[in-house]
């Protein structure tokens, strides 16, 4: 009988791409954000409404997943930024080399913020590195408070929680203190934003985080800082 | 359910162990799973068994160790040498 400890990742091989990825990105000063929610939190909505929202030159971009269909990157595109559909065809997940893949026909050093949007689950993704900066998880006032208890992983790694459709408040029994304070049972420092994809309501919060990470991935020298719109609550 | 890809994963980092082994066998694959690993310990033996069954690897039984992080680790890989008449079978 040979036996050998290892301590070696089981998702070695998605690690190793996933650390491609982070050095390229590095490299271009690309910020890159993960979202993850459960499917209909409004993730492909919050997208649309961030990036009408974008202030002037910033270089945006969106790869979006789903185990079929070009739905979202249609509904994307409308915005004048370049989309890439990622159809996963059953795999529940986006994974490092499905968005390596994607990234080959586009020249990141001209892209300053890359959104991915990652397949409808709030627990599969977690486990996948895509070499992001951030994960950011979206949870929707029409889902339970008590999310982040059920779902603990994502809401552990997660540096933002998006408290998404709250102009639905009004007509739902949730209770955002709540759900702010199970995140916080979860992760002390997660920074949330509550917002409405429908009314904009939250997006300059959430449009004034996204401004500071930008610049603190580019830091570059001389670089302007891009101001941010305002929405009419 | 990923947990079907981990287990493609799992068998992968150990069938490159095994090459390096000529004349031995699989015997047992240790795994960590920590609880934020979003991984399900149950789902993951059923996927691991069915890839396994009916393969050169149907002997490699899967042994799962709790965490307390986000740890997916394989922690230990386990060989047996091959029986002489195995061999020449």
């Given at each position: 009988m040979i036996a050998i400890d290892l301590k070696r990742k089981v998702l070695n091989e998605n690690d190793r791409v996933a650390s491609e990825l982070r050095t390229g990105f590095r490299d271009t000063g690309t910020l890159t954000l993960n979202f993850i929610g459960s499917p209909g939190a409004g993730k492909t909505a919050f997208l649309e409404r961030t990036l009408q929202m974008l202030p002037e030159g910033v270089r945006a971009a969106v790869l979006t997943g789903d185990i079929q269909t070009d739905n979202d990157a249609i509904r994307l595109a409308r915005y004048g930024f370049p989309v890439r559909q990622i159809a996963t065809a059953g795999a529940c997940h986006l994974d490092a080399r499905m968005v390596q893949k994607h990234l080959r026909k586009w020249n990141i050093g001209e892209i300053d913020l890359l959104f991915i949007e990652n397949v409808g689950n709030l627990v599969c993704p977690t486990s996948y590195d895509l070499g992001e900066d951030a994960k950011v998880v979206v949870l929707s006032v029409?889902?339970?408070?008590?999310k982040p208890l059920k779902y603990p992983a994502i809401f552990r790694k997660a540096e933002l929680m998006i408290l998404n459709k709250t102009d639905l408040l009004p007509y739902v029994p949730f209770r955002p203190e709540l759900a702010r304070e199970c995140a916080r049972r979860i992760r002390p420092g997660i920074e949330i934003v509550e917002t409405s994809s429908l009314t904009g309501c939250g997006f300059e919060r959430w449009l004034i985080w996204l401004d500071a990470r930008i610049h603190m991935k580019r830091a570059a020298p001389g670089r302007r800082a891009a101001g941010v719109r305002s929405a009419a609550c | 359910m990923h947990e079907m890809g981990i287990a493609s994963s799992i068998l992968e980092a150990f069938q490159k162990e095994l090459l390096l082994y000529p004349g031995y066998r699989a015997a047992k694959v240790g795994v960590l799973i920590g609880e934020f690993a979003g991984v399900d310990g149950e789902s993951l033996r059923f996927c691991f068994e069915a890839i396994v069954?009916?393969?050169?690897?149907?002997s490699l039984d899967l042994g799962i160790e709790n965490g307390n992080g986000d740890e997916l680790d394989v922690r230990r890989i386990e060989f047996e040498p091959v029986e002489r008449e195995e061999v020449c079978a």
């Open positions: 029409a889902e339970g408070e008590d | 069954m009916g393969s050169s690897m149907e």
